[in-house]
């Protein structure tokens, strides 16, 4: 990783857009709705560091590098961090392409090196989130403390949140019902019925780009992996980085049962694993390779 992404909470902040031409449009284009305290600068009045006071982000965009030069020289004496448009060696931070539903927030970056790549790939991704994936966030942050309380436990607090993102509240913010959807949530939260866990059998001895669709979005979805020695590391980089990993398949099925959602790396034909599972009383999923 190049790059770390990371995201600034914009409510109560202020961000400095400085220079002229369509650039720096472009980026007040890129604020517009948010709850940003948005200054424009201008001229000489962009040259002055005190213009930059208080502010969280410096965006200078303008045609004239001894202009840009000068304003993020201003801003950083201010403490400010900048990002100056098509000029990454000025830059404290590249602007990525981004996807706005809202609470929901993607960004593409390549760290100023292709920013039409980033374009490119964020018109791909950005079908795949519906519009009313924003409300969703919101439901869930509007219940935050409620689901805290009724599931200290972290493996079923997660097991509930997991299973509450394709249940009927959901369903009813992304159709922007608010009002069933907060109702349906709330009698969820008090029946208090977490998710069972389940165990994913996957093919670990790659190549990855064989997997299918549903084995690569297990891996990413995974709380433990449950790992065969020799599997193949790319495949098990398709998991997510804090995804507990142990060796001992015998524990499979106890952490299912505590609600966790195990994945199986297997080497070897998986079905014999998947009848041995089974008779633990646990959800067993194999999920086949993709067709060449």
């Keep these: 990783m190049d790059a770390f992404p990371a995201y600034f909470p914009l409510a109560g902040q202020t961000v400095v857009i400085a220079g002229s031409g369509e650039a720096a449009e ?77 609470e929901v927030v993607a960004a593409i970056g390549t760290g100023g090196a292709s920013p039409m790549l980033a374009t490119l790939l964020r018109n791909d991704i950005e079908q795949r989130v519906p519009e009313g994936a924003g409300r969703v966030a919101a439901l869930f942050r509007r219940f935050q403390d409620e689901v805290r309380a009724r599931f200290p436990d972290l493996p ?8 509450a993102l394709s249940g009927p509240a959901a369903q009813a913010a992304l159709q922007g019902n608010m009002d069933e959807a907060e109702a349906l949530f709330r009698d969820a939260v008090a029946r208090g019925q977490a998710a069972l866990g389940r165990v994913q059998l996957v093919a670990g001895e790659g190549p ?4 299918s669709l549903r084995a690569s979005r297990a891996l990413a979805a995974a709380d433990v992996l449950i790992v065969d020695e020799g599997c193949d590391p790319a495949v098990l980089s398709m998991a997510r980085r804090d995804a ?44 086949a390779a993709a067709p060449e």
């Design 26 to 102: 472009a980026k007040l284009r890129l604020f517009e709705g948010s709850p940003a305290r948005i200054v424009r600068l201008e001229g000489d009045a962009a040259l002055r560091s005190d213009a930059y006071a208080g502010a969280r982000l410096a965006f200078i965009a303008d045609a004239d590098r001894a202009f840009a030069e000068a304003a993020s020289a201003a801003a950083r004496v201010a403490g400010v961090l900048v990002n100056v448009a098509d000029r990454p060696d000025l830059c404290d931070f590249t602007t990525p392409a981004v996807i706005d539903r809202g």
């Design 156 to 163: 079923a607090r997660r097991a509930f949140l997991r299973d």
């Design 208 to 211: 990855a780009d064989l997997l």
């Design 244 to 287: 507990e990993r142990v060796s001992d398949r015998d524990r499979a099925a106890a952490l299912a049962r505590g609600g966790l959602r195990v994945v199986r790396v297997t080497i070897g034909p998986p079905e014999a694993e998947a009848a041995r599972l089974s008779t633990e009383g646990v959800r067993v999923e194999l999920l």
